[in-house]
C-alpha cells in the first residue's frame, strides 16, 4: 500500500501515518518528493480496507501496489533513482562506464588494465577475485591479494572498484577494499546473501540470472531494498534461449521494460552478453540508445592469454573505440559520460 500525503502535508501527520503503518504490523518506507511524501508500507498486508488510512490527517490518497515488488517499484518512487557512486552519479544524465579484465590475474595486468580503461573514458573499474567458474577445477581467483592490487589500482586511477561477492563468508574482507559489490547471475536468487547486502549501505550491481524473468529480477532487488539497502543499480547480461551463435541472447527489451516499471538505474553487460569481442560494441551502442544508464565490459590487456573470458574481452584500444561511439550515441540521447570528480548527490 501506498499512502500519499497531501502538498504542504505537516512532520506531525507524516508521523501519523508511520504510526499507523507500524501498528499494523507493516514496515514504513518514506520518500520525500518536492511537495509531497509517500509512504509505503511493506510487509504481510491482510488489510481488508485502506478507510483507516484515508481518514488520517495530511493524506491525500492510499492506493495497493499493484506488482509484487513494492520499493523497487516506479508506484512507490516515480522519479528515477539518482546516487553516487565513489567518484560520479549513477542514475541521472550521467552514463556510468566500468571496465575491467573478468578476472585480476596479476598486479601488472589490473594496473595496466585500470589505466588503460580510465584514459579511454570509463569511469569505474570492475575486477573479479572471487570467480564463479563452471568448472571447479578452473582459476577461481586471487581472492584478498587481487582485492590489494585492485585497491592500489584505485589509488592510481581514482576510478572506484567493482567486485563480484559470491558467499556471505567474503563479506567482512570485502567491506574494507570494494566501492561496488556485484552479484553474479548466478547468485542472483541467493537470497541469503541479498539479506546481507540490504543490510551495507554499499551499491550493489545486481545482475539478471542466467534464465530470470525481469519480475525475479525485480523481486531479488526487493530484498535489497527491504533491507534498507537504496543504492541498487540492475544489470541485464543476457539471458539464455535456444540460440547457440552467441554465448546468450541480449534482452534489449529488458532495459525499457526495466526502466519502465523502476526507478532503479539500469546497466548492460555486452561483454556476458555476447561472449564475443566482436559483437561487443555493437551492443554497447544499441544499450545506450535503449536508454542503459551505463554498461560493465570486460576489457583485457592480452585477451589471448586471459585466464578468463578472453573471447570476449576487448582490447584497450578497440575499448577505446567503443567508447568513442558510446558518448556520440549517449549525446544524441541528452547525456554524457560521467566524468570522475565529486559527485553531487541527488537522492534516492
Ligand atoms: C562476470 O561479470 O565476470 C560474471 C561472472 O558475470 P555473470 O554473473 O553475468 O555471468
Ligand atoms: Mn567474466
Given at each position: 500500500m501506498?499512502?500519499?500525503?497531501?502538498?504542504?502535508?505537516?512532520?506531525?501527520?507524516?508521523?501519523g501515518?508511520?504510526?499507523a503503518?507500524?501498528?499494523?504490523?507493516?514496515?514504513?518506507?518514506?520518500t520525500y518528493?518536492v511537495?509531497?511524501?509517500?509512504?509505503?508500507?511493506?510487509?504481510?498486508?491482510?488489510i481488508?480496507?485502506l478507510?483507516p488510512?484515508?481518514?488520517?490527517?495530511?493524506?491525500e490518497?492510499?492506493?495497493?501496489?499493484?506488482?509484487?515488488?513494492?520499493?523497487?517499484?516506479?508506484?512507490v518512487?516515480p522519479?528515477?533513482?539518482?546516487f553516487?557512486?565513489?567518484?560520479?552519479?549513477?542514475g541521472?544524465?550521467?552514463?556510468?562506464?566500468?571496465?575491467?579484465p573478468?578476472?585480476?590475474?596479476?598486479?601488472?595486468q589490473i594496473?595496466?588494465?585500470?589505466?588503460?580503461?580510465?584514459?579511454?573514458?570509463?569511469n569505474a573499474?570492475?575486477?573479479?577475485?572471487?570467480?564463479?567458474?563452471?568448472?571447479p577445477?578452473s582459476?577461481q581467483?586471487?581472492?584478498?591479494?587481487?582485492?590489494?592490487y585492485l585497491?592500489?589500482?584505485r589509488?592510481?586511477t581514482?576510478?572506484?572498484?567493482?567486485v563480484?561477492?559470491?558467499?556471505?563468508?567474503?563479506?567482512?574482507?570485502?567491506?574494507n577494499y570494494?566501492?561496488?559489490?556485484?552479484v553474479?547471475?548466478?547468485?542472483m536468487?541467493?537470497?541469503?546473501?541479498?539479506?546481507?547486502?540490504?543490510?551495507?549501505?554499499?551499491t550493489?550491481?545486481?545482475?539478471r540470472?542466467l534464465?530470470a524473468?525481469?519480475e525475479?529480477l525485480l523481486?531479488?532487488?526487493?530484498?535489497?531494498?527491504?533491507?534498507?539497502?537504496?543504492?541498487?543499480?540492475?544489470?541485464?547480461?543476457?539471458?539464455r534461449?535456444?540460440e547457440t551463435?552467441?554465448?546468450?541472447?541480449?534482452?534489449?527489451?529488458?532495459?525499457?521494460?526495466?526502466?519502465?516499471?523502476?526507478?532503479?538505474?539500469?546497466?548492460?553487460d555486452?561483454?556476458?552478453?555476447?561472449?564475443?569481442?566482436?559483437?561487443?560494441?555493437a551492443?554497447?551502442?544499441?544499450a545506450?540508445?535503449a536508454g542503459?544508464d551505463?554498461?560493465?565490459?570486460?576489457?583485457?590487456?592480452?585477451?589471448?592469454?586471459?585466464?578468463?573470458?578472453?573471447?570476449q574481452?576487448?582490447?584497450?584500444?578497440k575499448f577505446?573505440e567503443?567508447v568513442?561511439?558510446?558518448?556520440?550515441i549517449?549525446?544524441?540521447?541528452?547525456?554524457r559520460?560521467?566524468?570522475i570528480?565529486?559527485?553531487?548527490?541527488?537522492?534516492?
Open positions: 501506498i499512502v500519499v500525503m497531501k502538498p504542504h502535508y505537516t512532520p506531525q501527520q507524516l508521523e501515518v508511520v504510526n503503518v507500524k501498528a499494523h504490523g507493516l514496515t514504513a518506507h518514506i518528493g511537495e509531497t511524501a509517500i509512504v509505503a508500507a511493506v510487509g504481510e498486508f491482510h481488508p480496507s478507510d488510512f484515508e481518514i488520517l490527517d495530511g493524506v490518497s492510499v492506493k495497493r501496489i499493484s506488482q509484487p515488488y513494492k520499493l523497487g517499484s516506479r508506484q518512487h522519479e528515477n533513482s539518482v553516487p557512486i565513489d567518484g560520479f552519479n549513477v541521472g544524465s550521467d552514463i556510468a562506464i566500468i571496465a575491467g573478468c578476472a585480476v590475474e596479476s598486479k601488472s594496473l595496466e588494465t585500470a589505466h588503460a580503461v580510465r584514459e579511454a573514458g570509463a573499474l570492475r575486477g573479479g577475485v572471487f570467480k564463479p567458474r563452471t568448472s577445477y582459476f581467483g586471487l581472492g584478498e591479494e587481487g582485492l590489494e585497491a592500489e589500482a589509488e592510481q581514482g576510478m572506484p572498484i567493482v563480484e561477492i559470491m558467499s556471505q563468508t567474503q563479506l567482512d574482507l570485502m567491506l570494494v566501492d561496488v559489490f556485484q553474479g547471475a548466478r547468485n536468487q541467493n537470497f541469503n546473501l541479498l539479506r546481507m547486502l540490504g543490510e551495507t549501505r554499499k550493489v550491481l545486481l545482475k540470472g534464465s524473468t525481469i525475479e523481486m531479488s532487488a526487493e530484498y535489497l531494498l527491504a533491507g534498507g539497502n537504496k543504492q541498487v543499480i540492475l544489470c541485464e547480461r543476457g539471458i534461449t535456444f551463435a552467441t554465448r546468450n541472447t541480449t534482452d534489449i527489451n529488458a532495459i525499457p521494460v526495466l526502466k519502465n516499471l523502476t526507478h532503479l538505474p539500469v546497466i548492460l555486452p561483454s556476458h552478453a555476447t561472449g564475443q569481442a566482436d559483437y561487443v560494441t551492443i554497447a551502442r544499441a545506450v540508445a542503459a551505463g554498461l560493465i565490459v570486460e576489457v583485457h590487456p592480452d585477451p589471448a592469454r586471459a585466464v578468463s573470458d578472453g573471447k574481452s576487448l582490447k584497450p584500444e577505446a567503443m568513442k561511439q558510446v558518448k556520440a549517449a549525446e544524441v540521447m541528452g547525456r559520460i560521467a566524468p570528480g565529486k559527485p553531487v548527490a541527488v537522492g534516492w
